[in-house]
């Protein structure tokens, strides 16, 4: 079955980095546009950054253009989110999710992973 696990988060302060990465399995990876979103205390989820399925295009929310990076291997089946100058507002819980291009949607999400921006 369709299976998407994330890891990577945790406590930083202000200015940090922190890398997370989604390992997959059950599909045919290299297929698929793969994305991030987040959810922050108290709000809607929303689209942090989006790969496309060779990983020659990417897109990001204004909010995280020039601090957060995605990327992926398509040989270890991971996705990653490089995230530096971290502020309190990117708390949120993170989660990994595969995009369909027809009908376009997500189909599949991880259980998500906690980044707490504190000092």
């Known amino acids: 079955q369709v299976q998407l696990v994330e890891s990577g988060g945790g406590l930083v302060q202000p200015g940090g980095s922190l890398r997370l990465s989604c390992a997959t399995s059950g599909f045919f990876f290299s297929a698929h546009v793969m994305r991030w979103y987040r959810q922050p205390p108290g709000k809607e989820r929303e689209l942090v950054a989006t790969i496309s399925n060779v990983g020659g295009s990417t897109d990001y929310a204004d909010s995280v253009k020039g601090r957060f990076t995605i990327s992926r291997d398509n040989v270890k089946r991971t996705v990653y989110l490089q995230m530096n100058s971290l502020k309190p507002e990117d708390t949120a819980v993170y989660y990994c999710?595969?995009?369909?291009?027809?009908?376009?949607?997500?189909?599949?999400w991880g259980q998500g992973t906690q980044v707490t921006v504190s000092s």
């Open positions: 999710a595969r995009f369909r291009q027809v009908p376009r949607l997500v189909d599949y």
